[in-house]
Nanobody
Framework: QVQLVESGGGLVQAGGSLRLSCAAS????????MGWFRQAPGKEREFVAAITGGGGGTYYSDSVKGRFTISRDNTKNTVFLQMNSLKPEDTAVYYC??????????????????WGQGTQVTVSS
């Protein structure tokens, strides 16, 4: 069983930055792919970014590419999402998720097995 706990959300002005963290419990963290998704009110959950177990591979949605950076520290069982140049349309609940490190579609939420409870990010204009 894997438990994921997000932190770091909050209220920020447009153009500002936030850093989200996701702490994972359980063994074999370094062998798990990790991802961030978000869900805005009235919208479906959407992929934001993902990173392979060793950290050598990353994936981003077009809407955040160049502004957000995903990283991980396997010694601390933690994955991060650095969000810069935030826009009001980035406002959402952000979820951390874990998946197998190989195979499947990294962009699809159905390939992730474990989910955190989410953290709210609000960007004011």
């Amino acid at each position: 069983q894997v438990q994921l706990v997000e932190s770091g959300g909050g209220l920020v002005q447009a153009g500002g930055s936030l850093r989200l963290s996701c702490a994972a419990s359980g063994r074999s963290f370094s062998s798990a792919g990790m991802g961030w998704f978000r869900q805005a009110p009235g919208k479906e959950r959407e992929f934001v970014a993902a990173i392979t177990g060793g950290g050598g591979g990353t994936y981003y949605s077009d809407s955040v590419k160049g502004r957000f950076t995903i990283s991980r520290d396997n010694t601390k069982n933690t994955v991060f999402l650095q969000m810069n140049s935030l826009k009001p349309e980035d406002t959402a609940v952000y979820y951390c998720a874990a998946r197998p490190n190989f195979g499947g579609n990294w962009f699809a939420s159905r390939t992730y097995n474990y989910w955190g409870q989410g953290t709210q990010v609000t960007v004011s204009s």
